[in-house]
């Protein structure tokens, strides 16, 4: 059965190997800052940036049957260098703009098909990680936000999220930048690799599908093994 399903992101990395999944079989419309290779897929892209706009100045359709928010960021440095400012600066790009752009879609999802929405954390929130206290800080809110506001609205809604360990996206170009780091990244985890944006974007499809029908509130943890296994 087609549905629709917006990204907020999804231009590249996990959001975009997702569209690549779903836009033969889907309505996927993607609302992302650069188009980068949709051009490529079905989507239907639309300019936006999740940070600043106003999500209700874009052209959607009255019903949505899948929300994916895919913006983040990682801001990795030791906590005596970070300041209140930089915690606020996280706080307000990896949760509060997710919590202002659901907002104003609800609506449409309530008026979807059997909807669902997916978000992304981080294994750092499950795993005391050194340098990780302003990511760890952000992305355990998505994790409370999504238990709660899959209680709210069950059995309308279903909402899940996503918490994965290093993936080989863009944001993670400063963490691989050589061989020595990737295979030091490689080895920390029981599967022997870091994630490829692949290993996600299956995740949220099956999420995002009727296969998933029985599942809400969970926090998916697709690590590598790396939060639950110890060699």
């Known amino acids: 059965m087609e549905k629709t399903i917006l990204f907020i992101g999804g231009s590249k990395g996990i959001g975009f190997e997702t569209v690549k999944l779903l836009h033969d079989t889907h309505n996927v419309i993607v609302a992302s800052r650069s188009q980068g290779e949709l051009s490529e897929t079905k989507a239907k892209h639309l300019n936006f940036d999740a940070f600043q706009d106003d999500i209700n100045t874009l052209d959607l359709p009255d019903n949505l049957d899948g929300l994916v928010y895919c913006p983040g960021t990682i801001n ?31 609506p449409k999802l ?40 899959a209680a709210e609205n069950a ?44 290993d996600i974007a299956t995740m949220v499809k099956f999420l995002l599908s009727e296969d998933s029908s029985w599942i809400t509130g969970q926090i998916m943890k697709v690590d590598g093994g790396l939060s639950s296994v110890k060699l």
């Open 76 to 106: 990795l440095k030791p906590f005596n260098r970070l300041k209140t400012h930089d915690f606020e600066v996280d706080l307000q790009k990896n949760f509060l703009s997710l919590v202002r752009i659901t907002r104003a879609l609800l």
């Open 110 to 149: 309530k008026k979807g098909d059997h909807p669902s929405i997916v978000y992304f954390s981080t294994v750092a929130v499950q795993l005391g990680m050194p340098f990780h206290t302003s990511v760890a800080a952000s992305k355990g809110a998505i994790e409370g936000f999504t238990r709660a506001l």
């Open 155 to 198: 059995p309308t809604l279903r909402v899940n999220a996503i918490a994965p360990s290093l993936t080989h996206t863009g944001l993670a170009d400063k963490m691989l930048n050589n061989e020595k780091k990737l295979e030091s990244m490689n080895e920390r985890h029981p599967l022997k690799r870091i994630g490829k944006p692949s």
